[in-house]
């Protein structure tokens, strides 16, 4: 089992995931992190502490694209292991619908 990082990161970024995970296991793409599947110890801290609800168990339904898509990327983008400045309109993107769709970029991974 693992947790994963979904649609509600994108263009929020808050990383106070990237604070408190125990095994530094996440990858920053330019509008969302991701998880590493593979390196994830399930601890769940992380998915208390993400302001916009974006963590979510590989257990729960639907979550099969986004453990794809966590697990992918993770291969891709850069690790971080501390928490960066965090996008000035954050906020104004936590309630937006279908950010994947229109917001994530996948021509520049991310
Ligand atoms: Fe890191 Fe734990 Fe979150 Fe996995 S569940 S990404 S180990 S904080
Ligand atoms: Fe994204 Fe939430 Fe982390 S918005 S960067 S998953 S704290």
Redesign the pocket.
């Known amino acids: 089992m693992t947790y994963v990082?979904t649609e509600?990161?994108i263009r929020?970024?808050?990383?106070?995931?990237?604070s408190v995970c125990p095994v530094d296991c996440f990858y920053e793409g330019e509008t969302?992190?991701v998880i590493d599947p593979d390196q994830c110890i399930d601890c769940g801290v992380?998915e208390i502490?993400?302001?916009?609800e974006?963590?979510i168990a590989d257990t729960v339904p639907g979550a099969e694209k986004w453990i794809e898509l966590n697990r992918n990327y993770a291969r891709i983008w850069p690790n971080i292991t501390q928490k960066g400045a965090v996008p000035a309109d954050a906020d104004d993107w936590l309630k937006t619908p279908n950010k994947y769709g229109a917001y994530f970029d996948k021509e520049s991974n991310g």
């Open positions: 990082v509600n990161c929020c970024k808050y990383q106070d995931c990237v969302m992190l992380c502490e993400c302001p916009a974006a963590i």
